[in-house]
């Protein structure tokens, strides 16, 4: 039913919380209902404190003309859509939207076919493997900022690292962060490294849950690798492989941090997302301009729910199945 | 673990496994060694690809002026776990064992709020805080932190409260326990490697945090680590050595749990982990 469940129930690896098929109801202890309210209670109180009040209170800043006295006296104008209809007629919506969807297809695809194919080859099973596997996820667990920087230095015109490998081979020096044709490639670069080990991960320990039983049948029918992958490592993993991709979908749609360290969104709109756009017009300027900024963030909302509604009734069915 | 065949293990798959994690690994090997690279050599044309002379200046310079936005960082951290474990494990209880009327609406809620872009919570935060006064404080940030740990946490611990077996539930109860001390006595015990788990990962998000920090306590006397080089980036280009070790030191926790809690790392990623 939920993410948890279906991917801890598709083969935690460690076993840590690996857990029997839950039947499909079952009569708990005789507790009264308000026991168990009364233990969801901080829950439910947490959620509306800091979930629902907050985003009620942005969808309430995105339909008044919130200029910063108005934000310190409260007393901001109505203006219904008006807010909105700026932000889809801004110059800088269809690249903003554009951008988004470029980074997020390319880090999604290179994220996912990279990690499988990693995840293929770490199933192999050598020496060594299971520690390798692990220092594949140092990057995941890195605080953003620090690989953004990192890559940001890597990056660097004069004194980066690239730029020095390519001009030893006769390469010319690329201004990878501070070109408007290169630095949208630049921040998709760092950020499908950051996403690998995720899919690694989920895709392994998807690739643990198909039998030995089917590779050996195979081979004994003179399947070679390149076979086996294709008719039964791919379409056995689909299910695993929708819901990885979902994800990264979702998450890919709210980056913020690293295209913000890397190019603050620039030069100009040329890595500016969503995402970045309506950060910027918050807090990335000495005037924070919180109205049409909460209106580009209701609009990712509704984008990241609609995958999100996909990506639940995709789970929805394979539970049924 | 069927899928694991012992019959040969061919030395070339570990050398192109190598060979693959120091390609994955270069950036933080790049870190490091810029962390040790003398002021001088920074601009050096083609730079250093070994830390010959190293120099420990970056980490002086660390300890003088980020010993305060590490504590804060830890504080944070540590409050983000506090209060996204007794949030998170009592939610759990009532969702997996005392059926929890409209439970399935709420594990749908949860699924939905971690879709929610952490930029959109930042800006509602921001509005929230700034008529609460609670802009610029560490409380606030803690709270603002744990938003996105909260969700996963109570996910993660139904899933595994699901699996505790009735008869244990059953046995306290006909010793006379009521649904606290089985709660505390029995279902929380059971659960420690979840709470690990959450508790993993709470203060890791937390520690991580860049949006939150920045849009919340941006003007706040104390700065988590993030901010700090951020700042550190803002005011001084020049000096990426001294910006490299803070990312290094600011990097310790995340190194530290995945050596001592490794399957526990595995087990939230593939527990359908956020990260944004």
Not at chain 2, 21 to 33: I, K, R, S
Not at chain 2, 226 to 231: D, E, H
Not at chain 2, 269 to 276: F, L, P, R
Request: hydrophobic content about 50%.
């Amino acid at each position: 039913m939920t993410t948890t469940e279906a991917l801890a129930t598709a083969g935690a690896p460690s076993g840590v919380d690996r857990q029997p098929p839950r039947p499909r109801r079952r009569r708990g202890p005789a507790v009264s209902q308000w026991t168990a309210v009364g233990f969801a209670a901080p829950l439910l109180v947490y959620l509306i404190l800091f979930y629902v009040y907050p985003l009620w209170r942005n969808i309430d800043l995105s339909v008044h003309d919130y200029t910063i006295r108005a934000f310190v006296q409260g007393n901001a104008e109505f203006v219904g859509f008006e807010k909105y209809a700026e932000v889809f007629s801004s110059s800088t919506f269809p690249t903003a939207l554009w951008n988004t969807a470029v980074f997020t297809v390319v880090s999604i695809v290179f994220q996912y076919a990279i990690g499988l194919a990693l995840a293929v080859f770490f199933r192999s099973g050598f020496r060594l493997s299971g520690l390798l596997r692990a220092m594949f996820l140092v990057p995941w667990l890195l605080p953003l900022i620090v690989s953004a920087s990192t890559w940001a230095w890597m990056l660097n015109s004069d004194n980066g690292i690239v730029n020095s490998v390519l001009a030893a081979f006769g390469g010319e020096q690329i201004n990878w962060l501070t070109s408007p044709d290169t630095a949208l490639l630049s921040v998709t670069i760092a950020n499908i490294w950051l996403g690998i080990p995720f899919n690694l991960v989920i895709l392994y320990s998807g690739l643990q849950n198909i039998p030995g039983e089917v590779y050996e049948a195979a081979s004994l029918d003179g399947a070679g690798p390149w076979k086996q992958f294709w008719s039964i490592t791919f379409p056995l993993l689909r299910p695993v492989s929708a819901i990885t991709l979902l994800l990264g979908l979702i998450y890919t749609l709210k980056v913020v941090d690293v295209i913000w360290i890397m190019t603050t969104g620039g030069p100009g709109d040329a890595s500016t997302t969503l995402a970045i756009w309506s950060y910027r017009e918050a807090f990335g300027t000495g005037q924070p301009d919180f109205s049409p900024a909460a209106a580009v963030g209701n609009l990712l909302i509704l984008i990241a729910l609609v995958f999100g509604f996909l990506h639940l009734q995709l789970q929805r069915r394979q539970e049924d199945s | 673990m069927t899928g694991r065949r012992l019959v040969q293990k061919p030395w070339w798959k570990t050398a192109l496994g190598l060979v693959l994690t120091a390609f994955m690994l270069f950036p933080v090997y790049w870190m490091v060694n810029v962390s040790l690279t003398q002021t001088s050599d920074l601009r050096s044309d083609p730079p250093h690809w070994f830390p010959l002379h190293p120099t420990f200046e970056g980490y002086t310079a660390v300890f003088q002026q980020q010993l305060p936005a590490l504590g804060t960082s830890l504080l944070v951290g540590l409050g983000c776990v506090a209060l996204t474990v007794v949030i998170a494990a009592p939610a759990g209880y009532a969702l997996a064992l005392l059926n929890l009327r409209g439970g399935r609406t709420l594990n749908f809620l949860l699924l939905v709020a971690q879709m929610i872009p952490a930029v959109v919570m930042a800006m509602g935060f921001y509005a929230v805080y700034n008529s609460l006064g609670l802009l610029n404080t560490v409380g606030g940030l803690i709270i603002a932190d744990s938003t996105v740990a909260v969700p996963f946490g109570v996910l993660l611990y139904t899933a595994f409260m699901s699996g505790i077996p009735r008869e244990l539930l059953q046995a306290a109860r006909v010793d006379g326990a009521g649904a606290w001390r089985t709660f505390r006595s029995i279902v929380l015990p059971v659960s420690r490697n979840s709470t690990l788990t959450v508790s993993l990962f709470a203060f890791l998000w937390a520690w991580s945090d860049f949006i939150f920090a920045s849009t919340l306590n941006r003007n706040g006397e104390l700065i988590p680590i993030t901010l700090g080089i951020y700042n550190y980036i803002g005011n001084n280009t020049t000096q990426w050595n001294a910006i490299m070790a803070t990312a290094v030191v600011a990097s310790v926790p995340a190194t530290v749990l995945l050596v001592v809690a490794q399957r526990y790392v595995a087990a939230g990623v593939t527990a359908g982990a956020v990260k944004d």
